[in-house]
């Protein structure tokens, strides 16, 4: 009897937790397409949200960290400015497409190499 109670107990346990409304993540406050194309090599492009940070990135709180910091704007980014990189070319054509807070935001790059693309945007476009 005590076995029969205690399942019709878990039973409604179960039942009054289902009929509670499913919350809905909140929207980011940040949606931006990354895109990463090389010389001769592969496109790459993920998504980066914020605010939650979230999205395709594969590291996004460290990149929706440092765009926090240059709010919002990748033209501001200088990462590492004195990074020792080589004169290699294998040249980066970059761009972050979205919105950040309800502001645009459009930017492209060329970049000569990985390390001079890394050292100017950090996690960012450490794809």
Known sequence: MMKAAGALALCGALLAGASLPAQAAPAPKAKLKIVDGMKGGPVKSVWLHCGPAGGTHPNARAACNL?????????????????????????????????????KVHWAKFFANACQMRAMTGPILAL
């Open 67 to 103: 765009l926090r910091q240059v709010k919002g704007d990748p033209a501001q980014l200088k990462v590492s400015p004195k990074a020792n990189c080589s004169q290699e070319i294998k040249p980066h054509a970059v761009a972050i497409a979205g919105t950040w807070h309800g502001r």
